[in-house]
């Protein structure tokens, strides 16, 4: 048995944190630093797991998530979750309140007005005070359990305060949503791992509250406000506006921005100022709700069958066109290549609400000179991503320094490096953002040729964290693929054997499959030949590739970019930990007639027929030689679509240039 000391420490510690709670999520007035906050925390967490039998349902600690779930199950709300009229217009506005005056016979109305959240609507169903089951609105009627999930949000009170009026049984209306310093936050994380960001807060709160996996839900920041008693056992208060503060006393979260109004003017003023203070709001909301106070009132009148006719929502214009870049961050594509983008107030713009632009590069950064902080312009063309098209200058306004790209990855920690006008990621082999496409290379047939090893199954391996890097593949089990969607006994036995098969392989594969920028199967082969070893590649100088035959300036900085970041040798040694052998170089047969022997081939742009490889196989294939360079040994430069500055060389030196029909009728038989 535990100390009793134990036990009401484990209970202060739930006291204590549960006031934080409220304070940080319901009253937005934090009393103690993060810091302090986590110290508490894993104090608690520490008690509670040296003494498991303490552990409650409502304890701070538990609301991590739990196994996912098959699927969300229906349920059937108590009173229907009925949807409001919008208005924009003040004489619809005033129009609404004429017919509640006329239909009551009385000029002497009283209204509450509160913000409307843009988020989602839940229900919230407490019995004896302790939280037991939460929905979404779904149809009205009927919505998704999504209790387990809502358990997770740290403003959801999991047991109410005890107080003389708290009902047996209460059923609470509320929103889910995200502020918006967390929204830019999550939309960074996602943004700098080449993800795609949420559009704005509302779609980010949907996703994560129906999530089979609640641990996903615990990872978001979600947070609530709630607004209406639904049905309560007992009698219920006499006004909304003592909804509101009952709800406030039993310690749930409710909008502190409301006002009583004595007239329709009031509402109106309400709204003005309202949609003035819009901006300053560390939240995201779409107008106001405006209801008739009294709830005897509200009984008389009535619903429609989707809407009270006590109620309307009294909606803002919503923003165009102009906004403001709240953070520029840094998405990691797939290839390494690093790009910046806007990360926005959410803004309207050709009909749809959007969180973010794209910058293109630095260059086009310092171009614009745009800066978080700033007031933009914003621009939409079709279904791209959205750019800024200009800044829009504030008088008096005081700047943020300008945007300077990292040096080190946002994702993984790799040093940058820089090609041209581009950025990118020089940890290709271990960097999160780009393993899965890092994965599918070192997989293909003409690196490792590992069969089995699909799109789908990559991202299987790396979304389950079964995978973190390319060494990862060799210490799978057969229990472990066995979890993939997909796989049965007979499919994963596959798999597991291709991948052992895949453990020799020749130096160039292996170079190729590591995915090293400007290094293709033609220069991998270059490499394997001139070289003979990895250890001797490793641990070559810019200026002694230099001397090797077609390698140039840039393959030569690729490479030992590549091999100078510890984490990609950290991998290699990992690979050959785990049994990959280095074979001698592959050989290519060599099935073409010879005619090309001696003459050195060039290609530059994009080619209608072959890929870059099929094209230089092809030459080689025929006894020719490629280079990545123009000279005056160059026997043909094959001009492709939108070639490149090879193409100006060529003419310059005077080298024959082919079309890629004339290229086909060199490297096909008569």
């Known amino acids: 048995m535990p100390h009793q000391t134990d036990a009401e420490r484990i209970a202060a510690l739930r006291r204590e944190i549960k006031r934080h709670d409220h304070l940080y999520y319901t009253k937005d007035r934090p009393e103690i630093s993060d810091a302090e906050y986590d110290r508490l925390f894993r104090e608690l967490v520490d008690l509670e797991t040296a003494h498991p039998q303490l552990i409650t349902a409502d304890s701070p600690t538990q609301r991590v998530g739990a196994s996912p779930l098959d699927e969300l199950t229906k349920v059937s709300h108590e009173k229907p979750m009925l949807s409001l009229d919008s208005m924009t217009d003040q004489d619809d506005v005033r129009a609404f309140d004429a017919r509640m005056k006329r239909e009551l016979e009385t000029d002497d109305i009283v209204y509450t007005a509160e913000p409307k959240f843009d988020g989602l609507s839940v229900e919230l169903v407490y019995d ?11 149809d009205g009627m009927i919505g998704e359990d999504v209790t387990i999930n809502l358990r997770t949000i740290r403003a959801l009170p999991l047991q109410l305060e005890t107080h003389p009026a708290l009902p047996m049984h209460l059923v609470v209306r509320g929103e889910v949503y995200m ?6 936050l999550l939309n960074r994380r996602m943004t700098e791992r080449g993800e795609d960001a949420f559009a704005n807060p509302r779609n980010a709160a949907a996703g994560a509250l129906r999530q089979l996996d609640s641990r996903i839900t615990a990872s978001r920041p979600l947070t609530l406000t709630c607004y209406d008693i639904m049905a309560v056992s007992g009698a219920s ?4 506006w003592d909804d509101l503060e009952a709800l406030a006393a039993w310690g749930l979260p409710i909008p502190e921005h409301r006002r009583r109004c004595r007239s329709i003017e009031e509402v109106l003023s309400f709204h003005a100022a309202t949609d003035v203070m819009r901006n300053a709001l560390p939240f995201e909301i779409d107008g106001i709700v405006v209801k008739l106070d009294r709830r005897n009132w509200q ?11 006590w109620a309307i929502a009294y909606k803002f214009s919503p923003r165009k066109e102009i906004t403001v870049i709240q953070d520029i961050a840094v998405s990691v594509g797939r290839t390494g290549t690093l790009t910046p983008l806007a990360l926005l107030k959410p803004v309207e713009v050709g009909g749809v609400t959007i969180s973010r632009a794209t910058l293109h590069n630095a260059d086009e950064v310092a171009r614009k000179d745009v800066r978080v902080g700033d007031t933009v312009k914003v621009e939409r063309a079709g279904d791209v991503i959205p750019a800024i098209a200009e800044r829009v200058p504030i008088p ?14 946002p994702v993984c920690g790799s040093a940058v490096a820089r090609e041209g006008a581009y950025f990118y990621c020089t940890g290709q082999t271990v960097c999160i953002a780009q393993l899965k496409g890092a994965i599918e290379h070192f997989a293909s047939k003409s690196a490792l040729d590992i069969e089995g090893m699909g799109k789908k199954t990559i991202a299987q391996l790396v979304d389950l964290g079964l995978v973190r890097d390319l060494a990862d593949l060799y210490s799978l089990t057969k229990a472990q693929v066995l979890t993939l969607e997909g796989f049965a006994d007979r499919s994963a036995t596959l798999l597991l054997e291709s991948i052992e098969r895949s453990k020799s392989v020749s ?24 070289l003979g070893s990895l250890s001797k590649l490793m641990s070559a100088t810019q200026e002694e590739l230099l001397q090797v035959r077609e390698i140039g300036p840039e393959i030569s900085a690729s490479l030992t970019s590549f091999f100078s970041e510890e984490r990609n040798r950290a991998v290699i040694a990992r690979l050959i930990e785990r049994g990959l052998t ?4 592959s050989t290519i047969p060599l099935t073409g007639s010879q005619s090309l022997t001696g003459k050195t ?29 123009v000279s005056k040994k160059t026997s043909y430069v094959v001009a492709g679509s939108d070639p490149g500055s090879k193409l100006d060389q060529a003419r310059k030196l005077g080298v024959r240039i082919l079309t890629e029909t004339e290229f086909t009728a060199l490297v096909t038989p008569e």
């Open 128 to 138: 004896r005070g302790i939280f037991m089951r939460g929905a979404t609105r779904g």
């Open 507 to 530: 130096l160039d594969r292996l170079l190729m499959g590591l995915g090293i920028r400007q290094v293709g199967q033609h220069i991998a082969r270059v490499l394997a030949k001139q």
């Open 601 to 629: 081939f060039v290609f530059t742009g994009g080619l209608a027929g072959y890929s870059r490889d099929q094209a230089k196989e092809l030459v080689e294939q025929h006894g020719g030689q490629i280079s990545s360079s």
């Open 237 to 240: 208060p006499p006004t909304h």
């Open 396 to 409: 008096g306004e005081t700047r943020q320094d300008p945007f300077v790209m990292p040096d080190h990855c």
């Open 179 to 184: 502020r918006l310093d967390e929204f830019q």
């Open 582 to 585: 280095i074979t001698s170089l």
């Open 299 to 309: 009984d008389q009148l009535g619903s429609k069958s989707r809407s009270p006719r």
